[in-house]
């Protein structure tokens, strides 16, 4: 099978800047390591809407700068759609994780008729919506906004925000792109009471780290394989804080207590190896946050054993 790259260097949904600087810090640190990541695969590069962070963003509190999103993920949803029909697979390398509203539209895009499962690897739910969010960051929405669940809190979106939301929720399809109980978490830990109650109202599963250590990475995969087993696709979604922050402070919302490299690997090494699986997404990747390009480097160490697993399919 062929392998696709796609640069989705938006980082409109997140607080803290360089996110899309992603990409090139893992060019970089392929260069230094040797390594052929970019020689593995064809490139796409989107063009980016991050000029809007420019603009004042007062009209939307409740999701900053989320009038940038419609293009990006539209022309995003499309490419992760094109090649799945051709039976190319994409790895999407952010940019925040709210590239995840068009990477996984672009994989229900190509699947419409199927059932889509999603591996959330990541320490935070983002399960926000803009009633709930404390920050405003839409990369803290995806999945609220992917299941069309919409908890309603504290917040008063104006209705230039709630358009934009039903635009970015139609993508592709209307209806949602995943079922919640098609939905697992790895590796979370950091979450608000919001977040919270949408997991234990719709029962969606959760392995934390501590989980993960006792069984090990290997039988958490099987596991997760089989929960999943009534779906036709998976999309893994792979968020760099997911890792534990030792490894590097190379991301905006490092969390204590993470994953360590080798069971990261462990994780998308197996999923990838599974012909289930149908996309990938490695995203919060920020080198403006970081030191001598750490985080890039280690996270290519969890790449590169993909690329022969996936040509081998």
Partial sequence: MEVRLIEAASEIGAGT?????GMGALRVAAW???SELFG??????????????YEDDNSSP????????IRFESDLAYEVYKYQRNNVFPIIIGGDHSIAIGSVSGTKMAHASERIGVVWIDAHADLHSPWTTPSGNVHGMPLALLMNIEKKGNNRPRMFTLDVWDRLRKIGASGPKVLPEDLVFIG?????????AIIKEHNIKVITVEELRAKGAAAVVK????????CDKLHVS?????????ISVGTGTPVPNGLFLDEARTLLTDFCSDPKTVALDVVEINPALDTRNAMAESVLTVMEPLFPILRAR
């Fill in 40 to 53: 593995h695969a064809e490139e796409s590069i989107l063009r980016d809407e991050n000029d809007v962070l």
């Fill in 223 to 230: 596991e997760v394989l089989a929960y999943l087993g009534a």
């Fill in 188 to 196: 979370l830990r950091d979450f608000e009471a919001e977040e919270a």
């Fill in 32 to 34: 230094k390591m040797g």
């Fill in 62 to 69: 409740n999701a900053h700068h989320i009038d940038g999103l």
């Fill in 17 to 21: 800047r360089g996110t899309s600087l």
């Fill in 238 to 246: 792979f968020d760099v804080d997911s890792l534990d922050p030792s």
